[in-house]
């Protein structure tokens, strides 16, 4: 994987985010409004994927939409990852958009290494994810969640159900006690993605300065 680096270089706060080339078109903008929501100085390491479905799939599942299934790339593109979160003098965060939400939410179950998951618009719906969950308690103290309001409105079957597998597990990490939020963004899955993004790391920076 190729690494991307945004922001101050020794800020004692680092961003984990796993792209692909459409999210490069937004990093700038996304690392600009995460700088003026948070107002903290931060160190953006974006990892850019080569195999969008594979990297970052847990486990196999089949296509839900044209013919590429789904692989189980995320354990290696993890051990990647990790190999640049290793001075635990730093606080390091892990977030994405989509299936890289998904990803980071995933990572936190598996390490220790990261204070938490920024997940906005995560790919939820992911076969068996909600239920893998409920058999684990995730490795961080705060967990945010975001979708857009027009996401479960769509005549995929399988994807219709990202709003009830969010929900079910904004609820179940609270029970846990993770601190845990969900958001709600205007429009579909398509729109705004680096400024849904920098709203999700935003909050955990703002979490962290305020407690």
Request: charged share 25%; proline share 3%; glycine share 8%.
């Amino acid at each position: 994987m190729d690494l991307l680096e945004y922001g101050q270089q020794d800020a004692g706060t680092v961003l984990v985010q796993p792209v692909d080339e459409h999210d490069l078109e937004g990093m700038d903008r996304e690392a600009a409004q995460i700088r003026e929501d948070a107002g903290e100085d931060f160190r953006l390491l974006a990892f850019r994927v080569k195999s969008w479905n594979r990297d970052l799939s847990p486990w196999q599942a089949p296509a839900v939409w044209g013919e590429e299934s789904f692989g189980d790339g995320a354990a290696d593109t993890l051990r990647v990852i990790l190999k640049a979160c290793t001075d635990r003098t730093k606080t390091y965060y892990i977030g994405g958009y989509s299936l890289a939400g998904l990803f980071a939410l995933w990572a936190v179950y598996q390490t220790d290494v990261f204070s938490g998951a920024a997940a906005a618009s995560p790919s939820m719906w992911f076969p068996g994810f909600t239920d893998w969950m409920k058999e684990r308690r995730p490795q961080c103290g705060a967990v945010y969640l975001s979708l857009g309001d027009r996401e479960e409105r769509t005549r995929n079957p399988i994807m219709a159900e990202v709003g009830d597998r969010i929900r079910a597990a904004h609820a179940l990490l609270q029970e846990q006690g993770v601190d845990c939020t969900l958001e709600w963004n205007r429009g579909n899955h398509f729109q705004n993605n680096d400024i849904r993004t920098a709203k999700a790391f935003a909050w955990q920076l703002r979490r962290r300065i305020s407690s």
